[in-house]
């Protein structure tokens, strides 16, 4: 991987280095990881959550599920019945 930085960025990232006795790899990579873990943070699903996960996975072990197919097959049909025509 080859990345391009401004010269400032790069006097910064040589003085960082050398004060904490690192490589360049070692630093990018732990930039990156923080910058992961703050534009991507890992949430715990709540115990409501979590209970709602197991209620939906037992239904689904019971065969209480719909398909894709048939849910998109129940969304197609007419809401409403015709109704005949006025003379």
């Not at 790069?10 to 280095?17: A, L, S």
């Not at 409501?48 to 197991?54: D, K, L, S, V, Y």
């Not at 209620?55 to 209480?64: E, K, L, M, S, V």
Request: hydrophobic share 35%; aromatic share 4%.
């Amino acid at each position: 991987m080859t990345i391009s930085l401004p010269s400032a960025m790069i006097k910064k990232v040589e003085q960082v280095r050398k004060a904490e006795d690192r490589t360049r790899s070692e630093l990018v990579r732990e930039a990156l990881r923080r910058y992961f873990e703050e534009s991507s943070p890992v949430v715990a699903a709540t115990d409501t959550e979590m209970a709602a996960i197991r209620r939906g996975r037992a239904q689904i072990r019971r065969g209480q599920f719909v398909t894709l197919h048939q849910l998109l097959n129940e969304l197609a049909r007419p809401s409403r019945r015709p109704r005949k025509k006025r003379a």
